[in-house]
């Protein structure tokens, strides 16, 4: 008999729940136009739904002279900020309370003469925003062993972390950071719901044959999940939608696991779990029939 285990922790957290209700709103309630500059959430579904729906995904700020901004969950840069409020464009602040709260911190940390080093991904659009705030001197560490990049110079360093990092990863760079600067000042910024959710993914990739991570394919937080579920589970696949199901993977396993990132809506989920299923059935009455 198989078994299909679900995450208790699935589907929008509470940042993405929160950006995609006043973008909808917004559209909903505006008779100008309604724009984000670049996707509002890594999940390409989403973001088509909501383009359909009137909300336009831009590049680049001077695409826009009137209408209103949303600004993405994942925040934007003081210098695109600025450039919004030169050409006085409504906004609306969609962005994620737990990276306005990184933003504030990086401030705090550079008023009080800290070198600041931001543990991330340096190309995504969160790093970019922290780095806005954090000034010319900030370092960005991609991955532990780019510790030894970091120059002697620093004597005196304030740590952030992407806030979709995984725990354990951040401290084995700070136990490793620790040991080359003496004078450390550690803000732990990874939100409630990501630890929760690399908990809780850990806990049933132990106990399953077969886990699948459900999400947009540049979601960090969905990458990082699949990543932490691979360390114990190798039978592990991130995939976007339930058209990427391979059925000879379900083949002779007792045991699936799904969970998925935070941008992850329902009903992608629920296709999933439900072509899952489907599959179940038809080998079970296939079995029945050839017995």
């Given at each position: 008999m198989k078994k ?11 940042g ?17 136009k ?8 890594h ?19 001077n695409e826009?002279?009137?209408g209103t ?19 006085k ?24 003469g800290y ?7 340096k ?14 001197d900030?370092i ?22 992407q ?25 732990n910024?990874?939100?409630?719901e ?37 360390r ?16 000879n ?31 179940i ?11």
């Open positions: 299909i285990i679900v995450a208790k922790n699935i589907g929008f957290c509470y993405v729940k929160r950006a995609i209700n006043l973008a909808e709103k917004t559209v909903n309630e505006t008779t100008e309604v724009y984000t500059l670049g996707p509002i959430i999940n390409p579904q989403v973001v088509q739904k909501l383009e359909k729906r009137g909300l336009n995904v831009i590049n680049d700020i826009i002279t009137n901004l949303i600004l993405r969950s994942h925040g934007i840069t003081i210098q695109q900020l600025n450039l919004i409020k030169e050409k464009i409504n906004v609306i602040d969609a962005t994620c309370p737990f990276v306005k709260r990184a933003q504030n911190l990086v401030q705090e940390l550079k008023n009080d070198n600041i080093i931001i543990f991330g991904e190309e995504h659009p969160e790093i970019q925003s922290l780095l806005s705030y954090a000034g010319e900030a960005v560490v991609e991955e532990i062993s780019d510790i030894k990049k970091i120059p002697g110079t620093v004597k005196k360093a304030g740590v952030i972390s806030t979709t990092q995984s725990k354990e990863k951040l401290k084995k760079f700070i136990s490793k950071l620790s040991k080359k600067i003496k004078n450390l000042k550690v803000c910024t990874i939100c409630a990501t630890i929760k959710r690399q908990k809780e993914a850990v806990s049933i990739a132990r106990k399953v044959d077969l886990m699948f991570v459900i999400g947009g394919k540049n979601s960090a937080n969905t990458t990082r999940l699949a990543q932490i579920c691979k114990v589970n190798r039978n592990t696949y991130h995939i976007e939608t339930s058209e990427e199901l391979d059925f993977l379900l083949r002779n396993r007792s045991k699936i696991g799904i969970i998925s990132g935070a941008s992850t809506p329902d009903n992608v989920i629920d296709d999933v779990i439900d072509k899952i299923k489907s599959f059935y038809i080998n079970k009455q296939l079995s029945n029939i050839f017995k």
